[in-house]
């Protein structure tokens, strides 16, 4: 094989699920695709996240087998505190929108909020820059406020998602409880996780994703 094959594949393999025994969980940080029976799934680990879930179904059975759903946050009660402080910021922002992202600190085992420099700032868009990743603190939750708008998630954003994070949007900050849109970010691929948050947010109890 083509020496530069096998770096991709060493480095981004696809594993066929065990049928008959459990499959082993992803122990370093990094991605690998499951070839599974219902269709391709992904499973992702980061020092603040372990995933494993499917993200594309397969037209016919496949003679594999089908892992167990995981989905582990490393971060607890301190990302409802940041979410708060966030909420705050958008707030005192309007009718602009604002931006902000929450780093996974990997010493002190716990979020920290990182204000960015923004470039543009208006009604209906916000652009920003990206905290740089060290060897000991990863930026893993991105922020964005919409204003008087719904929170939702744009073809800008998109573009933008393709990624490993979590990233939320907070809209129509003049109201008590603005709205909330929110989505984990697999490698490009989305999940909805707007519930999810919503529940932390407001009543600061977690939901099933």
């Given at each position: 094989?083509?020496?530069?094959?096998?770096?991709?594949?060493?480095?981004?393999?696809?594993?066929?699920?065990?049928?008959?025994?459990?499959?082993?969980?992803?122990?370093?940080?990094?991605?690998?695709?499951?070839?599974?029976?219902?269709?391709?799934?992904?499973?992702?680990?980061?020092?603040?996240?372990?995933?494993?879930?499917?993200?594309?179904?397969?037209?016919?059975?496949?003679?594999?087998?089908?892992?167990?759903v995981a989905l582990e946050f490393s971060f607890g009660h301190d990302l409802v505190t940041l979410l708060r402080r966030f909420v705050g910021e958008a707030k005192a922002a309007f009718?602009?929108?604002?931006?902000?992202?929450?780093?996974?600190?990997?010493?002190?085992?716990?979020?920290?909020?990182?204000?960015?420099?923004?470039?543009?700032?208006?009604?209906?868009?916000?652009?920003?820059?990206?905290?740089?990743?060290?060897?000991?603190?990863?930026?893993?939750?991105?922020?964005?406020?919409?204003?008087?708008?719904?929170?939702?998630?744009?073809?800008?954003?998109?573009?933008?998602?393709?990624?490993?994070?979590?990233?939320?949007?907070?809209?129509?900050?003049?109201?008590?409880?603005?709205?909330?849109?929110?989505?984990?970010?697999?490698?490009?691929?989305?999940?909805?996780?707007?519930?999810?948050?919503?529940?932390?947010?407001?009543?600061?109890?977690?939901?099933?994703?």
């Amino acid at each position: 094989m083509n020496a530069l094959d096998t770096n991709l594949q060493t480095l981004c393999p696809s594993i066929m699920v065990p049928r008959f025994e459990p499959l082993p969980d992803l122990q370093v940080c990094g991605h690998r695709f499951l070839v599974c029976k219902d269709g391709l799934w992904l499973e992702a680990r980061r020092s603040w996240l372990h995933a494993r879930l499917p993200v594309a179904p397969s037209p016919i059975p496949l003679p594999y087998g089908t892992p167990a759903v995981a989905l582990e946050f490393s971060f607890g009660h301190d990302l409802v505190t940041l979410l708060r402080r966030f909420v705050g910021e958008a707030k005192a922002a309007f009718p602009l929108e604002h931006a902000a992202w929450l780093v996974w600190n990997d010493v002190d085992k716990r979020l920290e909020y990182e204000s960015v420099r923004i470039h543009e700032q208006r009604g209906d868009h916000v652009r920003y820059d990206r905290p740089r990743d060290t060897a000991g603190k990863h930026a893993c939750v991105d922020l964005h406020s919409h204003g008087i708008y719904d929170a939702g998630f744009s073809a800008v954003d998109d573009t933008d998602d393709d990624d490993t994070k979590l990233a939320i949007v907070v809209g129509n900050c003049d109201r008590a409880n603005p709205t909330i849109a929110a989505r984990l970010c697999l490698q490009g691929t989305h999940h909805d996780f707007s519930e999810w948050v919503e529940q932390l947010l407001y009543t600061g109890h977690q939901v099933v994703a």
